[in-house]
Structure formats: C-alpha cells, structure tokens
C-alpha cells in the first residue's frame, strides 16, 4: 500500500515540530526554562474529505494544536476515518522497525487510546434502573388465624438506551433481567410492575421515567424496557448507545464500567478485559444452575452495577455487567454479557415481544451439536494481537431434526449468512449468539467444508422450528 508519507511522517516521528511555536535553538544561549514544552501527542483524528484526490485528515494535538495531513492509497477504498494502524503501517514503511504497542506508547496519547470523551459518551447512553416490588408474608399461629405481613422493597441496576427517538420520547432499555425480576415477589410472572429510569445527571425524583417491560430472558439474564411519550427523554442530552463487536475484544483492552453502583446514580470504574470469553455458573430462580458465557474484567463492580455497559475507549458498549465474585480471597473479578449476545437477543425479543403479549423471545433449532475439534492460535507480529481459532464440525445430528436433512457428519463450519450478511465463524459460540437473529420463515446459509469441498447449505425456518427463549 503506498502513500504520499514524508509529511505525515514529520507528525509521527518529531511531534515537537508540530503545531507550536518553539524557539531557535541555534543560538548558544539556552532558552527559559518555562519556554520547554512536551512534546504534543495525537488525540484525535478526523477525516475532512478529498483534496486533489488525496484523502485529507485533521491531526488534534493533546496541547491543542491541530494539523491538516494527506494521505494517497492507491488500493484501499476512500474511508471515514484513519486509523491507528494506518499510521504505524506508514511509520513503518519509512523504516519504523518496532511493534505496535511500542508505536502507541512512543507516539499515541493516552487519550488517544482511552478518551475521557469515550466516557462521556457511555455517560450520555446509560440509566439508572429501579424497579419496586412487594412481598406478602404469611404465617399460620398455633393459635389464631393466619397473618400476612407485607414489605416493599426496591431493586437498584443500571442500563443502556439501545434504541432512541427523541421526537416521541420513546426509548428503549436494555439490563440485566434479574434487576427488575424477583421469583419470591407478590407481582406477576415475577416482573416488577413499578420500574423507574433516571438519566445520567437527573437522578432526582422530578426526573423519574416510568418504563414498562417488553421481555426477557432469565437463562441469558437480558431485558428490554420501554420508555413512552416522555417529555424527558426529548428535552435530554441522552444518546443511544453504540455497540461494539465483542468478538474482536483483546485482553489488555482498556474498558469503563458505567453504572448505577450501590443505588447511588451512575458512576465510572476503569480497568481492563482479563478474560475475553469464559463460562460461570449462577443459580436461577427457576432454571437452577446456569452456565453464562462472559467477559472478566478486574473495573470495580459493585451492587447496582448489574446492567450496565462495559464501554471501550471509544464509548462502544462491548458488554453488559452481571456479575462479579466476592471472596475475602479474591480482588477485581466482574463479569460482562458479551455485547453480541446481548444485543442479538434484545433484538430478538423487541421483534416477539413489543405491543405483543408474549414476554419471551424466540430461538431456531436447529438439531446439530458442533465441537471444536482443533484451535490454532496465532501472532500477528504487524497488529501485535494475538488471534485464536477454533476448527468446528458437526459431531451429532439430531434424528428427524432440521439438521438431519441438511448436514452430515464431520461438516467443517466456514461462515453464516443471514439476511444478506455473511458472518466468519471462528468460535463455538458464535453460532448460538447469531442464531438469535433468525425469525420465522427466513432462510440462512451455512458454508461447510465437506470431503475438502466447500457446500453451501440453505436452511429455511417454519414455526415448529422454534422454541421459547427461556
């Protein structure tokens, strides 16, 4: 890939040149001491367009100061944005011979990397959450009639506004289901009935939100709530959120935890991914013990925290709160629903359950067990990222099921596509978070690998071919 380098590289490799007015130096006399200034690091990149048909980028400076450079790249389609990489690709075609972490930390900011306008942005897309419940005691005396006692009490969480349209002052919320729900509670099918929102900012009483729920899922521990006719919600500085892809998510990744800690309002927690994708196991009111899959963070969660975002620097939701571990023997342990989980499955059951009266969504079966049966993991010393992939094939096939009439055994996965949209499958759970997207009556692709060959494999889904998410 070429480009038009000598003067982005003055930028990347003598930043005291850019942007400030320094002092000659050629003089003998050495200059004032408060004259020395650091030298300016990148904060932020922004595309301005085309120029001469050279790609033009505006360079702000932490100091303040800003530059305006031009890149040619005869191959790589115009883009909105340079990245990162663009610059250590660059650097390193005029001779840069180190990684990329050692570009970023002798070149990049920190705020280029963990912006404090990433947090404001997570900020302006999360939500206390509330929900209220009553609880009817009763007890039968030796002697005496029986006696109910009742108690009120409150549920404190967090969320996301996932969708948002200011002009009708709709919105909708996505948590944690076990935030607004309480097996033990006198409210029906165990749903708070009396849920509150608060924005960042306006956690007082004038500016509570009711909100209602739509559905959820107590096994994958996501719910959606509804925000109506709000006047709120319209006069608000409130976003919705921007959702990150989680299956690209690096240990190491500096992350946010927004929430609504102790019930106290929302508040910010930093840390890093320690885990990118594990199992847990919680118990469930109704389903007993459950395997989540999640990503381990060592950010400060605390009660309150459950539903809300795990944000990277660029304030994209990579996940949702649900956990943590409490042991005198252990420290900074909490746990993240990938957002890919998350937000198919919101999707899902905004799609069966909104204006409906059903409070659940809907899965495809399909009938085929897949297993790993080799993982390669790999350096890219260019990237400085570590990748891992598993080999997946079918190892059991459901008699009379869908699958039975499509697959064999030891078909290698490669891909799905579904609704236009072909997706690489490299781990084993990619499979259950995409199939979250299938409806009635569509059909998908699956390509496999059969005998060394590559098939193409068209499913179409009727009702019968779907359950209940619980």
């Not at 800003?66 to 944005?81: G, R, Y």
């Not at 996505?174 to 960042?200: F, M, P, Q």
């Not at 007993?288 to 994209?316: P, Q, T, W, Y």
């Amino acid at each position: 890939m070429k480009r038009l380098f000598k003067i982005l590289m003055v930028f990347l490799l003598s930043f005291t040149l850019v942007g400030c007015n320094f002092l000659d130096l050629t003089i003998d006399e050495k200059p004032p001491v408060e004259e020395k200034k650091e030298a300016p690091t990148i904060k932020e990149i922004k595309y301005i367009g085309i120029t001469d048909n050279k790609k033009e980028y505006l360079m702000i400076f932490n100091d303040g100061s800003t530059q305006i450079i031009h890149i040619t790249d005869e191959v790589a389609p115009v883009v909105n944005e340079i990245t990162i990489l663009d610059l250590y690709e660059a650097a390193v075609e005029d001779g840069y011979s180190g990684t990329m972490s050692d570009f970023i930390a002798e070149y990049i900011s920190d705020t280029a990397v963990d912006s404090k306008e990433g947090i404001i942005k997570g900020l302006k897309s999360s939500v206390s959450v509330f929900a209220k419940f009553t609880k009817t005691t009763r007890t039968v005396p030796i002697i005496g009639l029986p006696q109910a006692e009742t108690e009120d009490y409150l549920s404190a969480g967090s969320g996301v506004i996932y969708k948002l349209d200011k002009e009708s002052g709709t919105a909708y919320i996505v948590t944690n289901h076990h935030v607004v729900y309480d097996a033990e509670s006198d409210s029906r099918n165990g749903v708070s009935g009396d849920i509150e929102i608060y924005l960042y900012g306006l956690e007082l009483e004038d500016f509570k939100i009711a909100a209602t729920y739509v559905g959820g899922s107590e096994k994958n521990d996501v719910a959606v709530l509804k925000i109506t006719d709000s006047d709120i919600i319209r006069n608000s500085i409130a976003e919705v959120v921007t959702v990150a892809d989680s299956d690209i998510v690096e240990v190491g990744d500096n992350v946010v935890a927004i929430g609504n800690a102790q019930g106290g309002g929302i508040s910010v927690t930093k840390g890093i991914i320690s885990v990118t994708s594990e199992y847990i196991m919680l118990n469930t009111s109704n389903h007993g013990i459950v395997d989540f899959r999640v990503m381990r963070v060592d950010a400060a969660v605390n009660k309150g925290n459950s539903g809300g975002g795990l944000f990277n620097s660029r304030g994209e939701v990579i996940g949702i709160i649900n956990a943590k571990t409490i042991s005198e023997e252990v420290d900074s342990i909490g746990y993240a629903l990938p957002a890919n989980t998350v937000f198919n499955l919101a999707d899902n059951i905004i799609y069966y359950c909104d204006n409906r009266l059903q409070e659940k969504g809907e899965k495809v079966l399909m009938g085929v067990t897949m297993k790993i049966v080799d993982r390669v993991v790999s350096y890219d010393e260019v990237n400085d990222k570590i990748t891992v992939k598993d080999v997946l094939k079918a190892s059991e096939i459901a008699e009379g099921s869908l699958a039975s009439q499509h697959f064999e055994l030891d078909d290698e996965f490669v891909s799905i596509t579904i609704h236009g949209k072909t997706y690489e499958i490299t781990r084993l759970y990619q499979v259950g978070d995409l199939l979250f997207k299938v409806r009635r009556n569509d059909t998908i692709t699956i390509r496999v690998i059969r005998d060394g060959n590559l098939v193409d494999l068209e499913i179409s889904f009727t009702n019968e071919n779907f359950n209940v998410i619980q």
